[in-house]
């Protein structure tokens, strides 16, 4: 069964690549006798240079199928591990830990940071414990998790980390990953975020990340910002340790948000109308959060500039790539903009285009990025993370030209500069859409009412949201049928 299965995959692998050439060479005579006349040739793959991707993933394929083959039975899912270290925990004083599942042949790391929004005072955290203690707290965590999208050990749906290893990081900390505050006498509660984080890589390190070639820091929503507070800190960890060839990277989702006004000021009553700078300025006194030195030195007194991707970008010295809708939901939710029930006012559909706009314009400057103009929240780890496209590119296959690029750039300058990278020609590394309104782009996942949870067409939500096609036309100048073609075309 498992030759078959093996000569059917080379031989699949051939005839798809048939030009790749042996290269013969000649060997001692002791060496031949040795093998007793076995012939060894290594491949010449000059020949399909052009068309890697697909042969790597042939050969991936030809790896996958020989899994079953091997005497132990492959562990798909990611195994729980509490802390060796129990000082370090999560709010309640339960365990920190972490989820990992080994790929004892790869090089490559994927550390994965849990989103989940925060609370920054006595009140909005007694209050999430009563509703959210999972995210406060360890004692209810399964012993097993299977990872999707980027975290997925499948190469059909994760082309190029499937064979990583995988670790996913639960937040328990409720602190935007910064805080290293203890429980105490005089708070109910502990912020431990980055030592969670510090700690994890500590006993990584026993596990082979030391012999690791590249470990990407991940995270989604508030993981996403606790990766640009904590990547810094975990290279200059290993570093420190004697690791300093491990290159270490960050893949920022959902965690770029904006320190802007709000539609409509509300009072900080609870974490989710409260204003993004109003919640930090309180948090980060409450968890005793940390933020990079070099963003800490470039904004003293007013430490809190750090958790807004604009604001610390530019003091990194890792390489980021940062993943963010145009028109994120949770932005759009802590500016009091509620997409459910009644029909969007004219100023809420400005406000909501001027996001976008606003955007745009923080990320002028980031080397390697993908910004699709959907309305959504959170990518890296969905199921259906590679059908998002911006400009005919996928999300894997840029941060597949990122890899490349970071390597080309490692090779030829012996370091990667913070944010660099030389790009590869048909490799696109700065992804963002033009188009100006949420949905512009047709490869946006579905929308869903918010209230009823049903699916809408890209048309039923413009009108939900009071989008007046005549006067859209007039602005672009276009003719109204010509503009509502392409919305139903989803162009």
């Known amino acids: 069964g498992c030759t078959s299965l093996w000569l059917t995959q080379t031989l699949k692998l ?59 039975k492959l562990e798909q899912d990611m195994r729980l591990h509490f802390l060796k270290n129990s000082s370090v925990t999560c709010n309640d004083g339960s365990p920190a830990g972490y989820y990992i599942k080994e790929s004892k042949g790869s090089r ?38 299977t990872g999707t999208g980027i975290l997925s050990p499948q190469p059909e749906e994760n082309p190029h980390w499937w064979n990583a290893n995988m670790v996913f990081i639960p937040y328990c900390s409720s602190d935007v990953w910064s805080g290293a505050a203890p429980k105490t006498d005089n708070s109910d509660y502990s912020f431990m975020g980055s030592l969670i984080i510090k700690e994890v890589v500590n ?32 290279a200059e ?27 409509k000021f509300t009072d900080c009553l609870d974490t989710i109308s409260c204003a993004p700078t109003e919640a ?6 409450y968890w005793g959060g940390l933020v990079p030195e070099s963003c800490r030195q470039a904004h003293v007194g007013e430490e809190w500039k750090c958790f807004f991707g604009y604001k610390v970008f530019p003091t990194l010295k890792s390489p980021v790539f940062v993943v963010q809708w145009l028109f994120d939901e949770a932005q759009l939710t802590v500016d009091n903009v509620h997409l459910t029930g009644q029909p969007v006012h004219e100023g809420q559909w400005r406000y909501i285009q001027n ?62 500069g913070a944010h660099g990278p030389q790009r590869a020609r048909g490799c696109p590394l700065r992804l963002i859409d033009s188009c100006p309104w949420p949905h512009c782009n047709p490869s946006c996942p579905t929308i869903r009412d918010q209230a009823t949870g049903q699916e809408m067409s890209v048309i039923q939500f413009l009108k939900h949201v009071g989008f007046d096609v005549q006067k859209m036309a007039q602005q672009q100048g276009m003719d109204p049928r010509k503009l509502l073609g392409m919305l139903n075309n989803g162009s």
């Not at 960890?237 to 539609?263: E, I, M, P, T």
């Not at 930090?280 to 006194?285: N, Q, W």
């Not at 606003?358 to 993908?370: G, I, N, Q």
């Not at 690029?405 to 030829?412: E, I, K």
């Open 237 to 263: 960890q290993l570093r420190s340790r004697g690791h300093g060839g491990v290159q270490v990277r960050g893949l920022a989702d959902s965690g770029w948000f904006l320190d802007n006004k709000q539609y």
């Open 14 to 72: 051939y005839s798809l690549h048939g030009k790749a050439r042996r290269v013969q060479q000649p060997q001692p005579p002791a060496y031949r006798e040795r093998v007793e006349g076995a012939e060894s040739f290594p491949l010449d793959f000059t020949a399909v240079e052009g068309n890697m991707d697909n042969f790597m993933v042939q050969i991936k394929n030809l790896a996958q199928s020989l899994y079953p083959c091997s005497a132990q």
């Open 280 to 285: 930090i300025k309180r948090g980060i006194r």
């Open 355 to 416: 996001l976008g706009q606003e955007l745009r314009s923080t990320l002028h400057d980031v080397p390697a990025m993908f910004a699709p103009a959907c309305l959504s929240h959170e990518l890296i780890t969905r199921t259906y993370w590679m059908d998002i496209q911006v400009k005919g590119t996928s999300l894997p296959r840029a941060l597949h030209c990122w890899d490349r690029s970071l390597h080309h750039s490692l090779r030829v300058n012996g370091s990667h």
């Open 203 to 234: 006993e990584l390190l026993t596990k082979g990340l030391d012999s690791a070639k590249v470990l990407l820091l991940a995270g989604s929503s508030a993981g996403g910002t606790g990766v640009l507070l904590n990547v810094d800190h975990v």
């Open 108 to 145: 490559r790391w994927l550390l994965f940071l849990e989103g989940g929004w925060y609370c920054f005072s006595r009140q909005t955290c007694d209050s999430r414990y009563e509703t959210m203690r999972r995210l406060m707290s360890s004692t209810k965590w399964p012993q097993t998790r």
